[in-house]
């Protein structure tokens, strides 16, 4: 299929994309590396009249270090710069971890990180990793700029605290603590498929190996990413043993989500891969912590 007739732009600021926004508000789009939104358009799911291509704006593509451990990622950086970046790598294992996970090499040379984040899939790794991770967003307009937590930016089913005429341009990760472990585990039918349930988690633990901070995050149980907050209770100041940990993932199943079926699984499956997935993650992120 064809995408309906729309005007293109080719800014190559963030001033000058700013501009076009303001000026088309809800008539344009902008586009990253299309790998969702030209599909969406070719379903005439999406009809923008206006495409404000961001694929000219070199400002918006570098991943750097950020203070105190931290790193910042521009909008448009592919998922295959972030895939083979080594400050990545060191400082956010859980996002080196998610990235092959992501479609394929083909689609990750295209799609970028911002696109994944604004496209807010219920379905996608970076969304539900950005929340296990307190991931901040800066999102800038004509008017100015603001910043959002990753908890506050999604709003429901591909639908974020984006206005039409803003885009996002940078996302920051905040340094992991000391003796803090990671784990990403999730099903699909076929490797490189969206999951049918995904599930991030992050323990710190402190000096005597009781979790500090624990947090739980699904992708494919929601219109957004769900956070656990009844397991990680069960966890909070206690050592993770293995007991605790499957009662943390029970809980996780029977209280913290609310799955619907659809033609790829039904909610009881779903359900049973939280309950797998949520044990195996926090089995290995309490391994990673204690290291
Ligand atoms: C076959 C297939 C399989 C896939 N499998 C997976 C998967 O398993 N996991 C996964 O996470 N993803 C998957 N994806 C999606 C892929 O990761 C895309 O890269 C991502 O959804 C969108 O990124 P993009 O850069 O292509 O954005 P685009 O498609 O260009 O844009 C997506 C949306 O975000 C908006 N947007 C983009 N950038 C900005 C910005 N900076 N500011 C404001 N709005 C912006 C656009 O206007 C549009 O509405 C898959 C895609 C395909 C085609």
Partial sequence: MKPPPFEYYNPTTVDEALSLLAEHGYDAKPLAGGQSLIPIMNFRLAQPAI????????ELSYIQPDKGGGVRLGAMTRHHQVEHDP???ERAPLIFEAMPKIATSQIRSRGTFGGSIAHADPSAELVA???????RFRLRSQSGEREAS???????????L?????????????AMPPRTGWALMEVARRPHDFALVGVAAVISLDDQERCQDTRIVFLSVGDGPVTAHH?????????PTPELMRAAAETAAAEDIDPSSDIHA?????????????RQALELAFERAKL
């Fill in 87 to 89: 400050l990545i790598a």
């Fill in 129 to 135: 990793v950005s929340v296990a991770l307190d991931g």
């Fill in 231 to 239: 397991a990680a209770e069960i966890l909070k100041g206690q050592v």
């Fill in 162 to 174: 984006l206005e039409p005429e803003e885009l996002l341009v940078e996302v920051t990760f905040p």
């Fill in 266 to 278: 039904s909610a009881a499956y779903r359900r049973h891969l939280v309950k797998v997935l949520t």
């Fill in 150 to 160: 990753a908890s506050e930016f999604f709003l429901g089913i591909f639908t974020t």
């Fill in 51 to 58: 495409l404000v291509d961001l694929n000219n704006i070199s």
